[in-house]
C-alpha cells in the first residue's frame, strides 16, 4: 500500500510541475505583430532570468525549465549596477496577412550596453546570432544609429523566438520595443531633432558665457563654460551620439567617456558653485562638503585611464549623487543666511538637481526606464 502511495504521490506531484510550467509559459504569450502595430514594449511578454556567475549559453537557457524565469512585470528590465548577467526571452509572431515579407526592428534603447548578444531561432531551428555593445566597433552594428537596432524579417502567420543576453559594467537596463518597419525612423527622427534642438541650445550658451567671460574676464564664467562644455559631453557620450559621431572607431574611448565627463561635471560644477556662492568665506561647513566632491572628482578622472570601468563607475554614482545633493545643501544654507546670489542660483540649479536625482535614481534600479526618466536630466538642464 506505501509502494502504491508513493507511486501516486509521484506521479500526482510530476503533474503539478508540468501544469506549474505550462502555466508560466502561459503567462507569455507571443507578441503578435499585425498592420495597426507601432511600436511595441515587451512587458509582461517577457520572461527573465539572472546569471550569476556568468555561466550559461544559449543551450543551457533552451533546456532550462520554464519555472527558472520570472515574467517582466514592467515595461523593461531594470536592475541597476550588477555584476550578474541577465537573459531575456520572447517570441514574435506575424499577423500583418501580407505576403510581403516584413522587415521589423527590434531596438534597445541603453546605449551604454558592453555586451548584447541578441539570438533569433525560427521554425526550423536555425539560430541568428548579433553580437553587439560599445566594446565594439560602432561599424559593426547591423544598423547606423545610436541604440541597438537589429532588423527581423517574418513572412505572414511566422514566429521566431528571441534570446538576450546582457553583459555590462553600467547599469542593467535592457528597455526592449518591437517597431513596424514603416513608423520606426519616423518617430526616432523626431526624437533626433529634439536632440538637436537641446545640443544646439547647449551650444549657444556655451559661447554666450564665452563671450562674456572674454569681455567682463569674470573667472565665474570660466568655470561655468567649463562645466556647460562637461555636461553637454556627458549628455551626448551617454545618449550614444557620442560614439556614433565622435569617436566611432574607439570603444575605449567609449568605456572611459561617462566616468571622465561625469567627473568634469564635478570639478568645474563645484569650483563655480563655491565661487558665485563664496562659500568659502560664509559658510565652512557647506565649502568643506562642495570639496569633498571636488576630490572625488579628480580621483575620479584619474581612476577613469587606468582602472577597470565597474570599479570606476561605482565611485563615479557616488560623485553624481554627492555632486548633487551638496549643491542643494550649500544653496539652501546660503539662502538661509541671506546672501542675494543664492536666491538666483538655487532658482536656476533645483531643476537640473531634481532631474539629476530622477536619472541617476532609474540608473540605480530605482525608478522604472522611461522617456521621461531618460532624459530628466536634460530637461532640468534646459530650464537651468
Known sequence: ????????????FSWLILLLSMSSMALVPAITLDKDSKQIALGNHATYLEDVDNSYTLNDIIQLDPSNFQVLTEESLNKGFTNSSYWLKFSIVDRTIDRQTQNWKLETTYPLLDYLDI????????????????????????????????????QDNEKKDIYIRVQTSSSMQIPVFIWHPDY??????????????????????FFYNFFLWFSIRDSNYLWYIGYLGAFALLQASTSGLSYQYIWPNSPWIESIAPPVTI????????????RFLHTRQYHIVADNLLRLVLYLSIVVLGLSFIADTATVMGLAKIVVVTFL????YASVAMLLRGHRQARFFLAAWVSLILGGLFTIGMM?????????????????????
Open 364 to 384: 540605480l534600479g530605482l525608478f522604472p526606464n522611461t522617456f521621461l526618466m531618460t532624459h530628466a536630466s536634460k530637461i532640468g538642464s534646459v530650464f537651468e
Open 184 to 205: 520606426f525612423f519616423e518617430a526616432r527622427s523626431g526624437e533626433q531633432y529634439g536632440l538637436g534642438l537641446y545640443y544646439g541650445m547647449m551650444f549657444v550658451m
Open 325 to 328: 545633493l551638496f549643491i542643494l
Open 263 to 274: 567627473a568634469l561635471v564635478g570639478i568645474f560644477g563645484i569650483a563655480f558653485t563655491r
Open 119 to 154: 539570438y533569433i531561432i525560427d521554425s526550423e531551428h536555425k539560430v541568428e546570432h548579433l553580437k553587439m555593445g560599445d566594446v565594439y566597433s560602432f561599424d559593426q552594428r547591423p544598423v547606423d544609429h545610436r541604440n541597438f537596432i537589429v532588423p527581423i524579417s517574418l
Open 1 to 12: 500500500m506505501s509502494t502504491q502511495l508513493h507511486i501516486l504521490i509521484k506521479f500526482a
